[in-house]
C-alpha cells in the first residue's frame, strides 16, 4: 500500500513537473513571436518611386525589390502554381502538415542527409516573417507554433497574400508582381500558366532555377510544376500539355527611367533628410517631381554640343594610352571586316599606321578598319598655358597621332568599296558645365544638370559649387541703383567711362585701377550701354557711389545668399555664388518683382494613397513691378545689342547677361524669356582657364541658345508683359538725351513715372545732359561704408 502511494506521488510529481516544462517551453518557444492580429496590416519594405513631371519613372529605392499586389489582381492559375509547387495540401491542413512531415522523415532517413523538407506555405510565410535559420531544430518549432496560430486568425488567402508578397523569387525580386515586371517585362495580373508555373519552380532555389542563368534546370523545374498541378487537379492533363508546349520569353527587364541623375540625387538627398532612411528605401514612397524629361534631353544634349566646340578649341590633349610593340601587331592581325560599329557612337581606337604624306591614319576598332585624314584633325593643336602665345597650324597628321596610340573616334559612315570606315576623332571635355532651367511664376526647376558626366563626378555644380559669377552679377548693382531711394538713376544716365583710382585699404599705399575687358575707355555712357556690353568701370564707379552696404543687402532681397566681400570688386562678380542662386535671382526680374521658392518636388504620397507632403513654395515681393521691367529691358538690351547678341537668332523677346570672370576661369550665361528661366555656367574643377576668348558669349552662350531654342520650340514669342508706372521715351541711343517730337531716330527707353526726361530738360538724374559729376576721371579716395578693398585679382570681366 505505501509502495503503491510513494508511485502516485512520483507519478504526479512527473506529470506536474512534465506540465510545467510544457508550459515553460511552450512559452520559450513563443517567447518573441509578432502577434499574429499585426499581420492583418501586413507592410512589407517595398519600393519608392520618383517620377518627373509627365508621370515617367525617373528612379526607385528600395531594399527590397517588391510591389503589394491585392489577390484580387493575382490570377487564380498563378495561385494555384504556387500552392501546387510549394504546399499541395495547403488547402486541407491548418499550418502542420503532419502526414508530409513523416513522408520527409522517412525521405531523410534512406539518404542520410536532409534531401527533402515539409514546411506548408504557412510555415514559409513564418520563417520568411522571423527570419529564422532554415534547419535549426528549435527555429522549426518556433515556425510551426506561429505558423498554427496564424491558420486560427487568418484565412487561407489573407496568408496566400501575404506569400505571393512577401517570397524571394531571384535576382533581387520580392513577391509575384516584382518577379512577373523582372522576367517577362509584365504584371502578375497578366502572366499565363506557362510563367506562373516557371516562377512558382523558383520557391525551392531561386539561384539554382534561374531561368537566366540556368534555362535547362528552370525548364525541367516549370514542367515538374505544371505536372503538380495537374496531380492536384487544378489545371486538366489538356491544359498541362499546352502550358508544357508553350514557349516562354524570359529575359532581365529594367524599366525606362528619365536620365537626370543630378536631379534625381538631389530628390533623394532631400527625401532622406525629409523622412529618413528607412522610409525612403522601405516605405514604398511615390514622389512626383518638377523635372522635365524632354527639357532634360534637350540640356544634355546642349552641354555635350557647347563642350565638345570648347574641347575642340582647346586643342589636343593626346592618346588614351599607348599600345607597345606586341600589342600593336595583335591589333593589326585582326581579320578585316565591317565590325559590329553604330554610327554616331563613340568608341576607342588604335592607330596602326600612318601614311607616308602624312595626310591620313588608318585605325582599327576591333576588325573594323577605318580612316582619319589631316582635314579632319586640323583643330588638334597642341593646348598651351599662354592664353597670348600664337598657335601655329598643323601640317602633317603625325603631330597628333602615331601607330600605338589609343584615341576616342566617332564611326560615321561605312564604305563597302573601301570595306573601311569615316572616323572622326573626339576626345572627353576636361571642362564641366551645369545648366538649370526655372519655370516662371511657379519656381518649378524643370532642368538641373549639375555636370558633364554624373557617373564620373557627382559633384553637383549646379547646387553645390559657388564661382565668381563675373558680369553676370552686374543686373543686381544696375537694380540697385534704378530702386535707390535717394540718388535717382535712370537707363539713360550717363556715366564717365575713364581712368579711376582707388586706394586699397587691405594694402596700405597700393592702388586698384579696374578696366574694362577691351582695355580701352569709352567716355560717357548710359547705363543701357554699359550694362549691354558689360563695361566694368562704369559699373565699379557706380557701386561706389550707391555704398557697398546698401548694394549687398539689395542682392541678398534678391535671393543671393551666399556670402558677398564688401569690396568694389563685387561690381565685377568677383563673390562665389551658385547657378541656382543667380538663376533664382534673375527670376526676380522675369516674375516682376516676385522671389520665388525653387521646386523640386511637387508632392509625396505615402503607400496607402495619403499625401504626406505637397509644396508650397513662398512668393515674395521683393522689388516692384516696375524696377523688375526696367532691368528686363536692360538686359533685352544686351541680347539685342549688346554681348548676348548671338541669342538674336532665337527670333524672340529674351533677356539676359554674359558672365566670364578673370583669366576666362568661368563663363556664364544667365537670362530668360516670359516662359522659363535659364543659367547656364562653364568651367573647370580645377579652377584653370578655359582658353582664349573664352567668354560667357562664346563658352556658355552656345549652350544657352542650344537649350532654349528646344525648350521654347512651339511656344509663342511672348513679349514682356509692362506694369503699370512705366512709361517710354524715345530717346538718343548714344546719349540717352530726349527726342523732340518729330525728331529722326533713336528709340524708346523705358523709364519709371515720373524720372522721365522730356526734350530741352536734359536727363534725369544727370545736370544738362552731361555726365554725372561725381564721377569725374582724376583720381580720387573712395570712402563709402565700408570702405571698398581692392579685388583679389584684377579685373577684366565682360
Known sequence: ???????????????????????VGWFYITDNLPRVDSLTDYRPPTVTRVLAADGSLMARYYLERR??????????HVVLAFVAAADGSFFKHQGIDLTGILRAALANLRAGRVV?????????VAQGLLHTPAKAWLAKLKEMVFAWQMEQNLNKEEILYIYLNQIYLGHGTYGVEAAARTYFGKQAKDMNLAEAALLAGLVQAPSRYSPLRHPRRARTRQVYVIGRMAEEGFITKEQAQAAANQAVDVQLHQPQTVVAPYYEETVRQWLEERYGRKLLYEGGLTVHTACDPRLSAAGRTAIAMGLAQLTRRQGYFGPLKRLGPAELAQAKAEPVGPGDLEPGSKRQAVVVAVDGQGQRAELRLGPARGYISLED?????????????????????KEVLAPGDVVLVRPLKFSPQSGSWSLELLQEPVTQAALLAMENVSGRVRVMIGGYDFRKSQYNRALQARRQPGSAFKPFIYASALDHPKLVYTSSTQILDAPVTYDDPVNPGEKWRPKNYSSRFYGPTTMRQALAHSRNVVTVKLLSELGLGYAINYAHRLGIASDLAPNLSLALGTSGT????????YGVFADQGILMDPVFVEKVIDRDG?????????????????????????????????TGRRMRALKRPLAGKTGTTNDLRDAWFVGYSPQLICGVWVGQDDNQPLGKKETGARAAGPIWQEFMGQALKGQPALDFPVPDGVVFVRVNRDTGLPIAAGGNGGFFESFKEGRQPSPGHGQAGGQDGKPQDFLRSESFNAAPSPAPAAPSQPSAQQ
Do not use: C, F
Open 67 to 76: 510591389y503589394l499586389v491585392p489577390m484580387n489582381e493575382v490570377p487564380r
Open 578 to 585: 551658385s547657378l541656382l542662386e543667380l538663376t533664382r535671382a
Open 610 to 642: 495619403g499625401e504626406i507632403y505637397l509644396a508650397s513654395p513662398q512668393q515674395r515681393r521683393v522689388i516692384s513691378p516696375v524696377t523688375a521691367y526696367l532691368v528686363t529691358h536692360l538686359l533685352k538690351g544686351v541680347v539685342e545689342d549688346g
Open 1 to 23: 500500500m505505501r509502495l503503491l502511494l510513494w508511485g502516485g506521488s512520483a507519478l504526479l510529481v512527473l506529470a506536474i513537473l512534465a506540465a510545467g516544462a510544457g508550459v
Open 377 to 397: 584633325v586640323r583643330w588638334a593643336r597642341p593646348p598651351v598655358k599662354d592664353l597670348s602665345a600664337p598657335r601655329p597650324g598643323l601640317k602633317d597628321i
Open 116 to 124: 527533402q523538407g515539409a514546411s506548408t506555405i504557412s510555415q514559409q
